[in-house]
């Protein structure tokens, strides 16, 4: 195993070796030049994450489950995007799922040695029942996360595909898993500190990942969320302006359609476009497997138009 010192992600930077001793400005300046690189360290591999979200698409399309596990920062970056997706794409709470090394509690306080405990990654996977049409996400900015490599070995064993996500070149991890998406961003800031770039660098990456793979999901229309769960004031006027915005509705149409549609901005949308009932507007949709476009042009087809 590789020792920390000879990671990428643990080496000092070179332009940082008197940090302590810069003004505000000048820190903040570096800190903007170093985040700058990111994007370019990430783009290098989007092959990898494009083949990801390929296999995540296939898995819910049968009704698996996106899952991540890290520890540490990684981890609660997991956390983060699984909580996100039910309000933003209206899916179930069990679509995506993140599991960070010492429980949720971890996610405010760190946990001290969660994440040597290999054997614990296997196990926490085994509790959410893991199987093998679900995908796997490994996240570790070192790339050598015990509990991590241990929950990566329990999902091929079962037949889970799998994919880890790491900021340092031929990790361990990334031996564990189908496809390893591997960013190098360099030397952090502050030597050792992988809640910087790395942690950003991870974060785009899973930005990436459920948002196209909801995109090919059929969760969203031209570039508006269009199934986000309507539960407060703000959302509905959301709604309101994304049926304004989709088919050009008067702000009185919109709120119409959105209450005849049931708060439904999918359907409301498909109603407006081709003067259709909520039940034949939703039947359209589900012939279409949710899909607007293909709802609207199947209805319009329909009627000859």
């Given amino acids: 195993m590789d020792t920390l010192q ?4 643990e080496q000092r930077n070179e332009r940082t070796l008197d940090l302590s001793e810069l003004s505000i400005k000048e820190i903040i300046h570096i800190m903007n030049d170093e985040d700058g690189k990111v994007a370019e360290a990430v783009r290098q591999a989007l092959p ?3 083949a990801v979200i390929a296999r995540i698409v296939q898995a819910l399309e049968q009704g698996g489950r996106l899952v ?3 520890a540490g920062t990684s981890g609660r970056l997991g956390v983060l995007d699984a909580s996100e997706i039910p309000p933003t794409f209206g899916v179930d709470p069990q679509t995506v799922e993140a599991l960070i090394a010492g429980g949720e509690g971890a996610f405010v306080t760190a946990v001290e040695g969660a994440e040597d405990d290999e054997h614990q990654g296997a196990l926490d996977l085994e509790s959410r029942q893991l199987n093998a049409k679900d995908i796997l996400v490994g996240l570790a900015a070192s790339g050598r996360t015990p509990y991590v490599k241990g929950a990566l070995q329990y999902a091929r064993q079962i037949g889970a595909f799998t994919a880890a996500v790491a900021c ?14 591997e960013v190098e961003v360099g030397p952090e800031v502050l030597t050792g500190s992988t809640r910087l770039k790395a942690a950003t660098a991870q974060k785009m990456i899973l930005n990436m990942l459920t948002t196209t793979a909801m995109i090919k999901r059929g969760k969203v229309y031209q570039n508006l969320m269009i199934d986000l769960h309507v539960s407060n004031q703000k959302l509905q006027e959301r709604a309101r302006n994304i049926l304004m915005q989709a088919t050009g509705a008067t702000a009185e149409e919109a709120e119409r359609k959105l209450l005849d549609a049931g708060n439904h901005v999918k359907t409301a949308i498909v109603m407006i476009e081709t003067g259709l009932s909520k039940p034949e507007a939703s039947r359209y949709l589900e012939e279409a497997n949710g899909f607007v476009t293909k709802a609207i042009a199947g209805a319009r087809s329909a009627q000859g138009r």
């Fill in 6 to 9: 000879h990671l990428v992600t």
């Fill in 48 to 50: 990898e994450i494009e």
């Fill in 68 to 70: 991540y596990i890290g």
């Fill in 168 to 181: 340092n070149r031929n990790s361990i991890l990334g031996k564990y898993a189908d496809i390893a998406i």
